[in-house]
């Protein structure tokens, strides 16, 4: 097997700051539409966050969804949705839009206890809706406050300048991944936000790597000119490319192997977390880099107009 | 040449570690604690309000949390967790295997109980019953029943007096249990209560007077129960994938950073069994959520390895022997480590101290994950390539990554 060596910077020949404009454009345009996603579609909340019940059942034989509605429909607890799941589609879930009282769940488990037998295993959630909205609400401050921290944490360890760019790409992560769930309209539940919060965490670990090399260049350039800057942070990044690609190749192998084979509960989780890392490998090299450049930049050419006038 | 004597101090500490791994792993998978989740269970979040009357205060609260021990050690959970969360509310967690819907009728009922006369009106409460002094016994046809101990024999002795050969209607909260017919004046202080189809339902009565009544009313207002069977599932599901993922990560080092990479794979396995451990230590739940986390902590530990694999080489390339290319590589590293890591505790910090439980499972052990992380990834990794060097054991820079075409002439 043959490797690049990335960090052999001579044999990279892509220039990563020349084209900054597009990666914001880009990016740019992905967040618009996922606002307007979220703005038509909204996000498909799991009964974590509106209130109602799911209801899984453990069948332990492939069954006719049709006739389980039927059949609940029946004994009166007709569900709002009905899906197949698990490996060998031998398990069902069902979702209420009310709540179900202890009662109704035991009828459930008993219409199928009879008709499948004792291998039938239940499991049901329900949350009251206020309960769900403070849960969201919650994480949405937990975040803003993480932001607030790593800011004044960035701050005094690197710059400012520093720490708002690391931040705007955290958020921009984050965002990619609730654009990504409303886009498609998956199910968001707790270990959903969960997966969010990784994804920040994972995120601010990434730029903080790259921005550490830039800093350390820059002790050694003399930078006098905006381009100075430019190859400080091209060949930081690219410095620092083998590490990156090879840290979220390795996390990557965890979060798929997760997908394909962590089971139902965490599918979504997953695929949230699939999602963040590639978009956190990213935001890091094309957003958050060249975001402090952009920034960097302005302010030595107002720096230089002011001497000058 | 090669020096034995460092390279049986590496050989030695790897022995070591192995065999620790493999003489207490199966301890180790025993003595942790798995969050409902992975075993089936319920948890109950209950909204507490108060009784007519009356308002909710701590006192209140720990009294609730009190009677509800009681009657979960009636059904007979072991390590049930009970927390109140903000002022009013009850979380309630039960993990294993029991019968969830008795569980939950047992809980959630108020257990007052009442002694009515045919008018409805209340003569006695459960207030005027002896504490802990309900039991089972049995009439003359060997029927179970439950006995009861006033702590009034003389307001006993008055009732029964006056409402002799009138029936006394029980209520166990607006669920007439019986209504017997006084038959005579009771002077003792000892009551029955009969009616009881089975033993285990006058155990359960006996249990639930016991208990004592709830000083409050409890509202569910969340509630997520596993069943045993997809909780294992689950967790059969997340170990799988996070066994291969860990062979892949092993691989992808091994081939990728070679010599390094071993030592990675070494010091990966340490971190994943101390993380284990520390759990077990902490007595913390591991939760879905909280693999998830655990996993994506290895992901972070590789990182600090990667980091310091590519400044190694780096320093290689610049045409340092491989002794200070690891010494320099190992320092310079180390800030970087150091600053990206803090930033996510950071974040984690915030997640546990403003999230849910759920979240906060999660918090914790990305913070025990990054903190092991930094002992085994940095430190580990650093003595044992250390040794190797210093013991003269791959000496090349291609045991490292790097071709002797990269090395700049000095």
Not at chain 1, 140 to 159: D, H, K, M, P, Q
Not at chain 1, 268 to 273: C, Q
């Amino acid at each position: 097997m043959k490797l690049v060596n990335f960090r052999d910077v001579r044999h990279i020949k892509f220039d990563f700051v020349k084209h900054r404009k597009k990666y914001f454009i880009a990016s740019g345009f992905i967040i618009l539409l996922g606002l307007l996603s979220l703005l038509i579609f909204g996000l498909n909340l799991g009964i974590d966050f509106v209130s109602g019940t799911r209801v899984e059942i453990f069948i332990g034989q492939a069954f006719d969804e049709g006739e389980i509605i039927k059949e609940l429909k029946g004994i009166n607890l007709e569900p709002k949705s009905v899906v197949t799941a698990g490996a060998e589609n031998d398990r069902a879930v069902l979702r209420y839009d009310k709540t179900l009282q202890k009662e109704e769940i035991a009828q459930i488990r008993g219409l199928y206890t009879e008709k499948f037998g004792e291998k039938v295993d239940v499991s049901a959630s329900t949350v009251d809706p206020t309960i769900s909205r403070e849960l969201a609400w919650k994480a949405f401050y937990s975040v803003l406050i993480a932001s607030i921290g790593i800011i004044l944490y960035v701050t005094i360890r690197f710059e400012f300048r520093f720490a708002v760019s690391a931040i705007v790409a955290l958020l921009h992560d984050a965002f990619m991944v609730i654009a990504f769930f409303s886009i498609f309209q998956l199910e968001v539940d707790l270990p959903f936000i969960a997966a969010v919060l990784t994804i920040v965490g994972y995120s601010i670990n990434d730029t903080i790597v790259i921005f550490d090399r830039i800093r350390e260049n820059l002790k050694y350039a003399k930078v006098k000119k905006v381009e100075d800057v430019e190859n400080v942070v091209n060949n930081s990044i690219k410095q620092t490319l083998a590490r990156s690609i090879n840290t979220v190749l390795t996390v990557l192998f965890a979060a798929v192997a997760l997908f394909i084979l962590g089971g139902e509960g965490i599918r979504n989780f997953s695929l949230a977390l699939l999602i963040g890392l590639i978009s956190g490998a990213y935001s890091s090299i094309f957003i958050a880099s060249q975001l402090w450049l952009t920034w960097k930049g302005k302010d030595m050419e107002r720096a230089k107009f002011r001497s000058a006038s | 040449m090669v020096r034995w004597g460092r390279v049986t101090g590496f050989l030695l500490i790897v022995v070591l570690t192995f065999t620790t791994i493999g003489l207490t792993t199966d301890n180790v998978l025993e003595d942790v604690i798995l969050g409902l989740d992975l075993k089936g269970g319920f948890e109950i979040l209950y909204q507490v309000n108060p009784l007519e009357g009356e308002t909710i205060t701590p006192e209140t609260m720990k009294n609730t949390v009190s009677a509800l021990e009681r009657r979960i050690s009636v059904i007979g959970v072991a390590e049930p967790e009970i927390q109140i969360e903000g002022k009013d509310r009850i979380r309630i967690k039960l993990a294993g295997v029991f019968d969830q819907d008795k569980a939950r009728k047992l809980l959630g009922s108020p257990a007052k109980l009442t002694f009515r006369n045919m008018d409805g009106e209340i003569l006695m409460t459960g207030k005027d019953l002896v504490e802990n002094g309900a039991g089972i016994g049995y009439d003359q046809l060997n029927q179970p029943l439950v006995t009861l101990k006033l702590k009034d024999p003389e307001k006993f002795a008055n009732i029964t007096r006056q409402y002799l050969e009138k029936p006394i209607a029980i209520y166990l909260d607006e669920t007439m249990l019986t209504a017997p017919i006084v038959k005579a004046v009771i002077t003792g202080g000892e009551a029955t209560i009969d009616g009881q189809r089975t033993v285990d339902e006058a155990k359960e009565l006996a249990a639930l007077l016991n208990a004592g009544a709830l000083p409050v009313d409890l509202k569910e207002i969340y509630s997520n129960s596993v069943g045993a069977k997809l909780g294992s599932f689950a967790l059969k599901n997340t170990v799988k994938a996070g066994i291969i993922g860990t062979i892949l990560i092993f691989l992808f080092m091994i081939v990728y950073y070679r010599l390094p990479g071993l030592v990675a794979t070494i010091t990966l396995s340490a971190y994943i069994y101390l993380v284990l451990r520390i759990f077990t230590w902490m007595g913390a739940t591991l939760t879905l959520p909280g693999i998830a986390a655990f996993i994506l902590g290895i992901g972070m530990a590789v990182d600090a390895n990667i980091i310091t694999y590519e400044r190694i080489k780096d320093e290689l390339r610049s045409g340092k022997t491989i002794l200070s290319a690891l010494r320099a590589g190992s320092r310079r590293s180390f800030g970087t480590i150091f600053d990206a890591n803090l930033t996510t505790i950071l974040a984690a910090l915030v997640l546990f101290y403003f999230g849910s439980s759920a979240i906060q499972g999660f918090a914790i052990t990305l913070i025990t994950s990054i903190l092991v992380s930094f002992f085994t990834a940095v430190f580990g990794s650093r003595i044992l390539l250390n040794l190797l060097v210093r013991g003269n054991v791959g000496t090349k820079p291609w045991y490292y990554g790097v071709k002797e075409s990269e090395i700049s002439e000095l």
